[in-house]
């Protein structure tokens, strides 16, 4: 990412730190990612917000380049059960276990999903989807 991009990555993320509805966020990362397709995080963020959006089978194509990207992120992994979770495609349980296998290894994660997932329920709430994946992963 170019300096341009970084910077509207970070207002975009500014954005939605200060409550802008997931929908209105949508274009912003389709630009990120069309400008940096090789920047892990603006597909993670993007899987997200289809999320959000009810969007799932996007989602899962998303969440499935974040993953080729960086298969260490455990977010992205996240994003990407709850995308195969809403689709119902096979192969949750793998994403899981190494979400599991970072935070037995980098506990202080735990804080951050902990945020992702309580966001993600104040956004969406009775989320069925995450509400397993955070049941799952005990968070």
Not at 81 to 86: F, P, T
Request: with cysteine; aromatic share 6%.
């Amino acid at each position: 990412m170019d300096a341009t991009q970084d910077s509207l990555f970070q207002q975009a993320m500014a954005r939605y730190q200060d409550g802008v509805p997931a929908e209105d966020l949508l274009g912003d990362f389709e630009t990120i990612t069309a400008a940096a397709p090789r920047q892990s995080a603006g597909w993670t963020c993007l899987t997200w917000l289809q999320l959000l959006c009810d969007q799932p089978d996007d989602a899962l194509r998303s969440g499935r380049m974040a993953i080729k990207l960086n298969p260490q992120d455990p977010q992205a992994r996240i994003n990407l059960c709850l995308a195969m979770l809403e689709t119902k495609a096979k192969g949750v349980r793998d994403h899981i276990e190494v979400v599991q296998q970072v935070l037995a290894v980098a506990p202080e994660v735990a804080g951050d999903l902990r945020e992702s997932i309580d966001d993600g329920l104040r956004r969406r709430p009775e989320w069925p989807a995450l509400l397993k994946v955070k049941a799952w992963l005990e968070l």
